[in-house]
């Protein structure tokens, strides 16, 4: 595919190598031929721009055919990425009142590492930075929680770049968005809608082998239905410092989606053996959110501690403050702090004068 050529012929893709140009983008949303919105910093910003009705077909077809996958009245929905990285989802007309719609989730390439990003998600204390390279370290069991466009995906991302090289690591996503750089990798892609009745694999079945492939870590880009009772399992037997991300608005919101996806894998088992099967697979939940401003922040980090009165017990280790605009520390030292005094970190990390 000639990026090149395609920009020069079609509106819709000059449009979008024009915005991607652009800093601070986040989503772009082609709603109509002249209903166009992009978020920029939290904000919904309406474009003076107009484009070809037949230009916006021709995008899709390309998508699909740079994405290898179906676009018809079988498949009328395509979740895949551009050229550049960004994650891409089409609807067919099918389902909409005019053209297909379309919605682009830019790539952002300047984002490498904890280090290199300074403030990024109200991470104004280094400590943070040294604080989430160390829970990798570790090999904690995280889930990274968030609504819709929060930046969880960006979140994991900065995660996986502290992943020691040596490891062997197995990715699962629907839709390839993570970003890293090791060398011992296995990145798999599950399938869904049409392509599952044609023989296709979920990503339940694909973690299911995966189990069989001597993984030291598996990260699933978000987990969404079953398969969250293999994960949990393979937590629990052996693979430490596995991640994956959730759709939920707060720590206790996301223990509670877990039971509920724990309980489509179609097992009797009592609310409170599930409780436990959370509480020592998972180890710290980050939620990802937005301040009053609109720019994404980490609202929450909570370590699972155990069952208390029935319930998955969690300790705020973090919350983000919106006067002061950044993530502070509760003053809470982590149950597990062992685990970090092993791999070097300062027994008094936690300390407020340290």
């Known amino acids: 595919m000639k990026i090149d050529e395609l920009v020069e012929k079609n509106s819709a893709w000059k449009l979008i190598d024009e915005l991607s140009r652009k800093q601070g983008i986040t989503e772009i949303m082609i709603n109509g031929t002249n209903n166009i919105y992009i978020e920029r910093d939290g904000e919904f910003i309406r474009l003076n721009s107009t484009l070809k009705r037949e230009d916006i077909y021709s995008f899709c077809k390309d998508v699909a055919l740079f ?20 994650r891409v989802n089409i609807i067919s007309s099918l389902y909409t009142t005019g053209t297909p719609a379309i919605t682009i989730r830019k790539y952002l ?40 466009g929060t930046g969880k995906t960006t979140f994991l991302n900065l995660l996986m770049q502290e992943v020691p090289k040596m490891e062997r690591v197995i990715t699962i996503e629907d839709t390839r968005e993570l970003q890293f750089n090791l060398s011992n990798v296995i990145r798999l892609e599950s399938k869904s809608g049409a392509e599952l009745l044609k023989g296709g694999l979920d990503t339940r079945a694909l973690l299911k082998n995966t189990l069989r492939m001597r993984p030291d870590r598996i990260i699933i880009g978000e987990v969404r239905s079953e398969e969250t009772f293999d994960l949990l399992q393979a ?6 410092g596995s991640m ?42 980050i939620q990802i959110g937005k301040n009053k401003e609109g720019a994404r922040v980490v609202t929450q980090v909570s370590e699972v ?18 006067d002061k605009k950044e993530l502070l520390f509760s003053g809470l030292v982590p149950s597990q702090m062992k685990r970090f005094i092993d791999i070097g970190m300062e027994a008094n990390f936690f300390d407020s004068n340290s």
């Open 244 to 285: 994956t991300s959730l759709h939920s608005s707060s720590p206790a919101d996301c223990i509670t989606r877990l039971e509920n996806l724990f309980l489509l894998a179609g097992y009797d088992i009592p609310v409170r053996a599930i409780r436990q099967q959370i509480s020592s697979a998972i180890d710290f939940i």
């Open 67 to 86: 994405n290898k996958k179906p676009y018809d009245s079988h498949s009328p929905i395509i979740d895949g990425k551009l050229p550049d990285g960004s």
């Open 305 to 322: 501690t155990g069952i208390e009165e029935e319930k998955v017990s969690l300790m705020d280790i973090g919350r983000y403050d919106e």
């Open 235 to 240: 937590m629990n037997t052996g693979h430490n």
């Open 109 to 148: 390439k300047s984002i490498r590492t904890f280090t290199q990003s300074p403030g990024l998600f109200g991470l104004n204390d280094e400590k943070w930075s040294i604080f989430f390279q160390n829970l990798v370290k570790a090999k904690f069991n995280i889930i990274v929680s968030g609504g819709t």
